[in-house]
């Protein structure tokens, strides 16, 4: 007989290191889960794990194991979810993952609201700016701002995202305002480090595109990090206008080179690919569509960026 039973607590054990803490995250006892995993092992004839008074680890035999039964696990979930969603009632966890910055100024104020909308849901929102994998996290979905790689990832456009070159008026006091790209050579030039093209910023005139090759004394990982340096007065940086239009709105900063656009990029839901995307999953990126979609995002509108 298959010990279908057993395979989310050797999952637990195996996420978690050892029996106490899978059996504080399952709600039972730490006997149950030895006795599980024991029962397992005996049915399979190998052991799953190496034992010590300190520590456990996955053998080879269960590094195999484990592979296969977070699939079963993952399969066994859709299935539920499937059923559940004839209900017409989004339940169970959700993961999510979004820029720490958008996730911050613009997710994280919804979540109320959403949570109120959908009791049946549990939320886990992660905040990263760095690119991982979904499959390889765990994560429901995503939300993700630029050019999509080609993956297997289902995308959902969300909202363009305008960029704009703002400093401030400090700044612009003691170092000059720009006229033509080319002006930007003299200038400190603050950079985001994870655009692909950090240093080298392209800008569409009316005649033609113009590439400039920046330089600065800092370069930062978070968006408002940037934003706070450009306030702070330390020189010219490229802000998305999610970020940006307060601060545009009230005079901190001041747009640069304002004839001059950056080019738009989107914000996308996306997702793995699954045979049915789970109600829970819909819900969100439904909501999300709600609230912050459309072809003129509110932030934009709420500062009046003309962009």
């Known amino acids: 007989m298959i010990e279908i039973g057993a395979i989310p607590i050797f999952v637990a054990v195996a996420e978690n290191g050892g029996f106490a803490a899978a059996a504080r995250q399952l709600g039972i006892t730490k006997s ?26 996955l053998t080879e035999a269960g590094e195999i194991y484990l592979s296969h039964a977070v699939q079963a696990l993952g399969s066994a979930q859709e299935a539920e979810e499937a059923v559940t969603a004839l209900r017409g009632q989004p339940v169970g966890g959700l993961r999510v993952n979004a820029p720490m910055s958008f996730g911050l ?14 009791p049946g849901i549990t939320l886990d929102l992660n905040m990263d700016d760095r690119v991982s994998d979904l499959v390889e996290a765990g994560v429901d979905m ?22 704009v070159l703002a400093a401030s008026p400090e700044y612009l006091s003691q170092a000059g305002t720009p006229r033509y ?23 569409c005139g009316p005649n033609d595109e113009i590439s400039v090759r920046t330089k ?81 995002p509110y932030w934009d509108i709420e500062a009046g960026v003309d962009v």
């Open 32 to 57: 149950a889960v030895s006795k599980r995993i024991g029962n397992l092992e005996a049915h399979l004839g190998m052991q799953l794990f190496h034992r010590s008074t300190r520590s456990m680890s």
């Open 105 to 118: 100024l613009h997710v994280a104020p919804l979540i109320k609201e959403f949570l109120e909308r959908h």
């Open 142 to 163: 995503a939300i993700r701002a630029g050019i999509l790689p080609d993956s297997a990832l289902i995308a959902r456009k969300l909202a363009p995202i305008h960029s």
């Open 181 to 203: 790209p080319e002006d930007l050579l003299q200038h400190s030039c603050l950079h985001y480090s994870y655009s692909r093209d950090a240093r080298e910023w392209t800008l």
């Open 216 to 296: 600065g004394k800092m370069r930062v990982n978070n968006s408002q990090a940037l934003c706070t340096a450009l306030i702070d007065g330390l020189g010219i940086g490229r802000l998305p206008t999610f970020v940006a239009s307060p601060h545009l709105a009230a005079g901190r900063l001041v747009r640069v080179l304002p004839a001059y656009s950056l080019p738009e990029q989107s914000l996308y839901a996306v997702f793995p690919e699954r045979r049915h995307m789970p109600a829970k999953v819909r819900a969100f990126a439904d909501f999300l569509a709600e609230r912050i979609g459309g072809d003129t």
